[in-house]
């Protein structure tokens, strides 16, 4: 990578991090660790969910949707847990626009996937 393009990737990134978004996320993260178990339960079902949808866990997809679905709305009762998934989803929902503003102004040919 060329020392300019380092530059403003790297003031993006400093952006990022000083962005309500992502401190929210981290406060959230934090706050979801004091609660024993929670921070890595709700990790698991991520990475259960994220394997459910590549195929990883086995099955059928729409049946183990269903049953992480049923995992998450347990989990969802805790304002903790609502609170860090909400901040995430903002925080993504950040980044995936950063990612189309970028992919639209270089003109790099993406099929539109929306």
């Known amino acids: 990578m060329d020392r300019l393009t380092r530059e403003c990737a790297e003031r993006l990134t400093a952006a990022v991090k000083e962005s309500p978004a ?6 959230s993260a934090e706050e979801l660790k004091t609660i024993p178990g ?10 259960q969910t994220i394997g459910a949808y590549h195929g990883r866990e086995g099955g059928d ?10 995992r998450y709305a347990e989990l969802e009762d805790v304002p903790e847990v609502y609170e ?3 901040a995430e ?4 929902r ?3 626009e950063l990612y189309r503003m970028l992919i639209r102004s270089i003109n790099l040919y993406m099929p539109d996937l929306s």
């Open 84 to 86: 860090f998934l909400d």
């Open 94 to 96: 950040m980044l995936q």
């Open 89 to 92: 989803e903002e925080l993504v």
């Open 61 to 70: 997809l729409a049946e183990s949707s269903d049953l992480l679905a049923g």
């Open 38 to 47: 929670a921070f890595e339960r709700v990790m698991d079902l991520r990475r």
């Open 22 to 27: 992502y401190t929210r996320y981290l406060k």
